[in-house]
T-cell receptor, first 109, second 115 residues
């Protein structure tokens, strides 16, 4: 079967750095998305990786290792508004998105 | 503001009733999707459409139907609602090309409670 694993919840301090991991086992791989979802709101796009390596976009970076079936989202200089759920989704061999259950990130002052 | 609109935003429904959730996008995206989101689970695909006139079944299609008469609209119908269909429903759209999926844009969600 297809499987996406993310930690259920993480806590970090304002101003710090946090890394949210995502491991996957899917039938094929055609890219990996990270989305942010604030409570009661719609998911919004953060990043897309299809090749190995690090993609940096402001305070957010996303890393991919296809050989390890692994990705992480790195958030720097955490702000209170970063409190949200972070969703990992893999595009499988049929170009369908397989979603993880999401990681709830709690930021403390 | 361009984007994707869902209606209603919230609804309480008696079991056995028929319900249609509406979804409209004005971005001219070819692909549209319906997901349900339940606590502790990832987004689960109900139905999708890669282009107007075509639809496909996702991971959890039972009890739901869709239509795609034109590019902009993609309604989801529950023919006879059951309590297990209590969930938050998200409509999304994207551009797909040669099978490859671009970024998904989501509507604000429809919270449905079936009693």
């Amino acid at each position: 079967g297809q499987n996406i694993d993310q930690p259920t919840e993480m806590t970090a301090t304002e101003g710090a750095i946090v890394q949210i991991n995502c491991t996957y086992q899917t039938s094929g791989f055609n890219g990996l998305f990270w989305y942010q979802q604030h409570a009661g709101e719609a998911p919004t796009f953060l990043s897309y990786n299809v090749l190995d390596g690090l993609e940096e976009k402001g305070r957010f970076s996303s890393f991919l290792s296809r050989s390890k079936g692994y990705s992480y989202l790195l958030l720097k200089e955490l702000q209170m508004k970063d409190s949200a759920s972070y969703l990992c989704a893999v595009v499988d061999s049929n170009y369908q998105l397989i979603w993880g259950a999401g990681t709830k990130l709690i930021i403390k002052p | 503001i361009a984007g994707i609109t869902q209606a209603p935003t919230s609804q309480i429904l008696a079991a056995g009733r028929r319900m249609t959730l509406r979804c409209t996008q004005d971005m001219r995206h070819n692909a549209m999707y319906w997901y349900r989101q339940d606590l502790g689970l990832g987004l689960r695909l109900i139905h999708y459409s890669n282009t107007a006139g075509t639809t496909g079944k996702g991971e959890v299609p039972d009890g739901y139907s869709v239509s795609r008469a034109n590019t902009d609209d993609f309604p989801l119908t529950l023919a006879s609602a059951v309590p297990s269909q209590t969930s938050v429903y998200f409509c999304a759209s994207s551009v797909t090309f040669e099978g490859k999926t671009g970024e998904l844009f989501f509507g604000e969600g429809s919270r449905l409670t079936v009693l």
